[in-house]
């Protein structure tokens, strides 16, 4: 179980777990990533070191609920005040680890628990995540004691300390009381050294004197039906305290002290409880990480159903505005009203052929130097585009926003911003519209540029045929009612029998084609860019789309390699 490659097949596990996003809010969220801080977390501070040097110095934690007995356990047990005990909670500051001179240099390094800092200050000093040694000649040689923070203490940070350092343990010396040996806490933390085959031994503390023996086979009774009955159990009086000291008397915990001289006295004892808790740790690997994979597989589909909230939305808004352009509702409004100014709207009423001489002429006037008014033509028309987009991409921000309110992910990830258009939608809309513009009149220089059609051309100018093309791709009269119908009728026929006159009906119906798919374009490019602020929320939360795979094959490798080392 020694083997150089299951150490590196661990670190590369534990590296592919910790670097798994778990952003999205899910059912299984909060455990998964628990779980994913307490693996990395454990391999970091146990597993690797312990693997890399299995003589090192057995570990024993000392730890338990607030007001179970540790510090002052810890205390008698050295027969010194190493650790700070008292009445007021949380009492225990910061961690204390006590070991013999000898090995004092197993600990000052960042062998075991390299995230927290080194002291060897005052007991009284608040330590915070500072593990503070103490070398103490009457611990045996090869044991050290750690006195831990209270696993239910009031402080997020101690109980989050205490959970590490357990899980950094050889040993687990859990301190419990007999008014308190059945609360949900502790049992919680000793099902998980059951699962973890963890080496345990639990201390009863302050146990009426007349019921340790009915206390006492009552717990060694609930440690059996849970699987613990392998734990060592001691139960220590309800004494007073030793004068002028914060310890009890020795004689109270001489059964804890003999013990635990035995173990560091005994080499091969000292390596079964190491072994067992080593195997258990790295046979609980599969179970944990396999839990991780499964919430990483569980968030990826909550992103593609984000994804696709956003994905539908958007398509809908790119259909409402093909629809528009379709539909001929684009001439509505400021168009027509420009468009009657520009050809006259007395000119409807005659004979198409006049109709077209008359909008020739207007043309040719403005080729001349004698202007007609084709820029306001063109500018109500680069409105109502605009207007029909802008209002598009609104309401599909809307309705996303509407769509993720309704999932739990989709709720933590909103903002107020992604409700609505992005502030510089609107300029990006201009912008693509009057590039719309200019690729028409492009269209028609091109197809005008041909020997054929070139007089013709100059007769009505690029920028006439091109203002003209553009009333084309959105001349129909669906969606227009009453005198509307007229107008845009109109406008549908004037518009096809100029272009045709110039390039003929053919290059006609191609023209408009790539006016209108090149506007289809555009506008689908411009909400796929408002699209994408949702996609890259939802990638800043969501796992990268192969973290599973990688952590499997992670796994896989890394039971290969501990097969391979037994």
Known sequence: MTGPELAAALSAL??????VRLGLASPGSAKARAAQSELAGQVDDYLLPRLRQLDAPLLAVVGGSTGAGKSTLVNTLVGDDVTEAGWLRPTTRGPVLVCHPDDEHWF????????????????????GRTLRLVAHEALPPGLALLDAPDIDSVVTENRQLAGQLLAAADLWIFATTAARYADAVPWDLLHTAQERSTALAVVLNRVPPEGIGEIGTHLAGMLAENGLARAVLFAVPEVALATGNERLPAEVVAPIREWLGRLAGDAEARAEVVRSTLDGALASMRQ???MVARETEDQLAVAAALRDDAADRYAEAAREVDDGVRSGSILRGEVLARWQEFVGTGEFTRNLEQRVGRIRDRITAFVMGRPAPTEAVEAALENSVEALVRASADAAAERTAEAWRHRPAGRTLLTRELGASSPGFREAAEREIRGWQGFVLELVAQEGGEKRTRARLATFGTNGAGLVLMLAVFAHTGGLTGA???VAGGTTAVSHKLLEAVFGDSAVRMLA?????????RVEALLATEEDRYAQVIAEAAPDPEA??????????YERARRAAR
């Open 108 to 127: 000052t390094g960042d062998r075991v628990l390299p995230s927290l800092a080194r002291t060897t200050g005052d007991p009284a000093t608040p330590a």
């Open 14 to 19: 534990r590296d592919e777990v910790a670097s």
């Open 288 to 290: 944990r990480v396999t």
């Open 513 to 521: 084609t790539r006016a209108r798919a090149d506007l289809a374009e």
């Open 484 to 486: 509307e119908v007229l």
């Open 548 to 557: 599973a795979a990688r952590l499997r094959t992670a796994l896989e490798n």
